[in-house]
């Protein structure tokens, strides 16, 4: 079985510019979440959609957005990129809500801005 | 504020020396206490989830245990392959994220 998929693997973009990260779930999976992680650090909570609708929002300005479509695929969206925004983006998704299901993580986004 | 502390941050040990790693954590009302393990440049693997005090899982070398306060992760007779960096992590109050601790790097040599 297919595990979480993140598309692209890797991207450079230039301050001010915008990305748009893309995630699919393991088949059957309706909540999917997104994660920051920069070198050194643990994932940050971005933000939880379950069922096409946001259930939770992590400590992120609103230069960050996202979305979750009818096939529960995802994107994360972040605009006027900043150099601090360079880290690992990883997308997580479960089967249902917390506590009863666990977070299964894809590879991952390395985003790098210069 | 919900927190996660892990130490040390670095472990070196030789293949078969057993050892573990601490996870301390404030939380109000623990829903979920998740471990996982996370490879140089790749997402984090699930390894297992612990809901309440007393209670302890197993998976190959690795074993997990949980109290009101922290939980362990206990490495039994470690290969090189069990190198990784080790996260722990609490579900949120609102049950929507999962809140993560800086994570422990294992290094095992033969």
């Known amino acids: 079985d297919a595990g979480v998929t993140q598309s692209p693997t890797h991207l450079i973009k230039t301050r001010g510019q915008h990305v748009t990260l893309r995630c699919s779930p393991i088949s059957g999976h309706k909540s999917v979440s997104w994660y920051q992680q920069v070198l050194g650090q643990g994932p940050q909570f971005i933000f939880q959609?379950?069922?096409?609708?946001?259930?939770g929002r992590g400590n992120f300005p609103d230069r960050f957005s996202a979305r979750q479509f009818p096939n529960y695929s995802s994107e994360l969206n972040v605009n006027a990129l900043l150099l601090g925004d360079s880290a690992l983006y990883l997308c997580?998704?479960?089967?249902?809500?917390?506590?009863?299901?666990?977070?299964?993580f894809g590879p991952g986004t390395r985003l790098t801005v210069t | 504020e919900d927190q996660v502390t892990q130490s040390p941050e670095a472990l070196r040990l030789q293949e078969g020396e057993s050892s573990s790693l601490n996870c301390s954590y404030t939380v109000s009302g623990l829903r979920g206490l998740f471990w996982y393990r996370q490879d140089p440049g790749k997402g984090p693997e699930f390894l297992f989830t612990?809901?309440?005090a007393g209670e302890e899982k197993e998976k190959e070398r690795l074993k997990a245990t949980l109290t009101k306060k922290e939980s362990f992760l206990h490495i039994t007779a470690p290969k090189p392959e069990d190198s990784a960096t080790y996260l722990c992590?609490?579900?949120?109050?609102?049950?929507?994220?999962?809140?993560f601790g800086k994570g422990t790097t294992l290094s095992v040599s033969s």
């Open positions: 997580a998704s479960s089967g249902g809500l917390a506590p009863a299901y666990e977070q299964y």
């Open positions: 612990l809901y309440s």
């Open positions: 992590a609490v579900e949120n109050q609102a049950g929507t994220a999962l809140i």
């Open positions: 959609y379950y069922e096409k609708e946001e259930r």
